[in-house]
């Protein structure tokens, strides 16, 4: 992989022990909690939360990285050194989503498996992607696949979007501005499991409903504001 040999998703929280009850009812695993921070996991990506609410936030975060070579593909300007021997590096893709690059290694292994093997823990199912919208998807394409991201699906309907992979990650890349940032997950059964969203006390929101009482999609904020999507259906898949 080229951005590095693990990844994480790093959040900013102005409480700290209220995000981690928030993710633990939704069944997600403590892994470490500490002043600086703490570190979850649903069985598809680890989760590090942070107090330091003047960091960005989402965060693409790698590790194991060749910060120099990853450098290199760009313009000088537009990949910040954060030390001359720091080790680490930070830039941003064209929609603002922010990446890190640290040559250190994580200080947990990430859930075993690729993104389609992976055996969740959490009692949303599988993540298909992490959504992103795009002005330009053709743009997007490009910039993520110099970072070693690969296409794994495209449509038109109900718009222009290209899921890629880089083997550790999954990304959706969607032409339809008017959407948030956020995780999408997918299973058979997420009606059931919308159910249980509910019963430990989130609050959801339907999406495309067409049954007036069974909600098989639906959509909920975490306390850092990021977007959780629910969907009925399968993971998208390699279909080339």
Not at 89 to 98: E, I
Not at 176 to 202: E, H, K, W
Not at 223 to 229: A, Q, R, S, V
């Amino acid at each position: 992989m080229f951005l590095g040999q693990s990844v994480q998703l790093n959040l900013t929280t102005d409480n700290l022990a209220n995000s981690v009850a928030f993710y633990q009812k939704l069944s997600w695993k403590l892994l470490d909690e500490d002043a600086e921070g703490a570190t979850l996991t649903d069985g598809n990506i680890n989760l590090h939360l942070t107090p330091h609410t003047d960091t960005p936030s989402p965060v693409l975060s790698y590790f194991g990285s060749d910060v120099s070579a990853v450098r290199a593909l760009f313009n000088p300007d537009k990949v910040k050194r954060k030390g001359a021997s720091t080790g680490r590096a930070a830039f941003q893709s064209p929609n603002g989503l922010h990446i890190s690059l640290n040559e250190r290694k994580a200080k947990f292994d990430m859930p075993e498996g690729t993104p389609t093997s992976r055996k969740p823990s959490t009692i949303m199912g599988h993540i298909g992607e992490f959504s992103i919208p795009v002005k330009h998807l053709a743009a997007a394409v490009s910039f993520w696949s110099k970072l070693g991201y690969e296409p794994l699906n495209s449509a038109q309907i109900p718009h222009p979007y290209v899921v890629l992979s880089d083997g550790l990650f999954v990304i959706g890349l969607h032409e339809n501005p008017t959407m948030l940032m956020g995780l999408a997950y997918f299973s058979p059964d997420m009606a059931a499991r919308i159910l249980l969203v509910q019963s430990s006390g989130v609050q959801i929101r339907p999406l495309m409903q067409t049954d007036a009482v069974r909600i098989e999609n639906a959509a909920f904020i975490s306390p850092e504001g990021l977007t959780f999507l629910l969907f009925t259906g399968e993971p998208f898949l390699d279909k080339t």
